[in-house]
C-alpha cells in the first residue's frame, strides 16, 4: 500500500494510533502512529477516517524539538 499525504487515515493498515493523555478523553485531539520502517502518519481524532498527514522520521523529529522549544507555543492561542 502506497502512503501519502491525504490518504485516509482507516485505509492505513497496521498503524497503532496514539492520543495525548492531554486530550481529557473529550476527543479534540491529534493523533499519531508509526508507519513501520519511515516516517509517521498523523489525524483528527474527530475524524478518525478523514485525510492523514505523513512525515517521514525526520521531519517528525524536527517538529517534535521544535514544539519541546515552544516554537509553536502562540498557535495555541
Known sequence: ???ENGISA????????IKSSASQGVGNCVEAGALPGW???VRN???PEGP???FTQAEMRAFLSGAKAGEFDHLAG
Open 1 to 3: 500500500m502506497r502512503v
Open 10 to 17: 482507516g485505509e492505513i493498515e497496521g498503524v497503532v494510533w
Open 39 to 41: 516516517g509517521v502518519a
Open 45 to 47: 481524532s474527530r475524524f
Open 52 to 54: 492523514a498527514l505523513v
